[in-house]
């Protein structure tokens, strides 16, 4: 389905898992109406900036979703929809059966979720990184290059300018006039 006369598509970004799909409207929306079918996602908005810009658009979906669990959460400068795939499994291609690229439509990689990731994989090739990322502990990473926490190494590291070299001239004639 066509927008209506003076409506614009808002601009939506999708994501998936084998079991879900994420939909999110990337603009800040009120006077919000919504509806999911089986095949269909619709939506309709009024920008929450400019009350004459308006959106609207319908989704035809790929595969069919279960209209009956889908939730939603409007985070004030995007609304993101939770809707169920009927039947979890592989991914879908794209979220819709259109044939055209939809110019609004874009992935959404902070959601994505590829389908060979395993959540529960802890051993894997970025599990260092995700572990970085999730505030993990990694000082027992590195115990393999002997580094010494008291050593300070950079004791012996000459100034790089001449007034640091006056000062230090200066703070060590201070420290032997305290001494005398």
């Known amino acids: 389905m066509a927008p209506t006369a003076g409506t614009v598509p808002p601009p939506v970004s999708w994501a ?6 994420y939909v999110i409207i990337d603009v800040e929306c009120k006077d919000m109406e919504h509806s999911v079918t089986e095949n269909s996602f619709t939506f309709k908005g009024t920008n929450a900036l400019e009350a004459d810009k308006k959106y609207e658009v319908t ?37 819709t059966n259109d044939k055209t690229k939809l ?10 979720k590829n389908e060979s990731d ?3 994989d802890v051993g894997g090739d970025n599990f260092m990184f995700n572990d970085m ?17 008291d050593d300070d190494s950079d004791d012996n590291i000459p100034s ?3 007034n640091d070299e006056d000062d230090e001239d ?11």
């Open 133 to 149: 990322l999730k505030g993990g502990d990694m000082a027992n990473r590195f115990d393999d290059f002997n580094v010494d926490d």
């Open 160 to 162: 790089l300018s001449q």
């Open 59 to 95: 989704l035809n979906f790929l595969h069919p979703v279960n209209p009956e669990k889908v939730t939603s959460k409007n985070i004030g400068r995007c609304v993101e929809f939770t809707i169920y795939k009927k039947e979890s499994g592989p991914y879908w291609k794209s979220l």
């Open 170 to 180: 200066n703070k060590d004639a201070e420290k032997k006039d305290e001494e005398k």
């Open 118 to 120: 395993d959540e529960d």
């Open 103 to 112: 110019h609004f439509l874009k992935a959404n990689f902070t959601k994505w």
């Open 16 to 21: 998936q898992r084998a079991d879900l799909l």
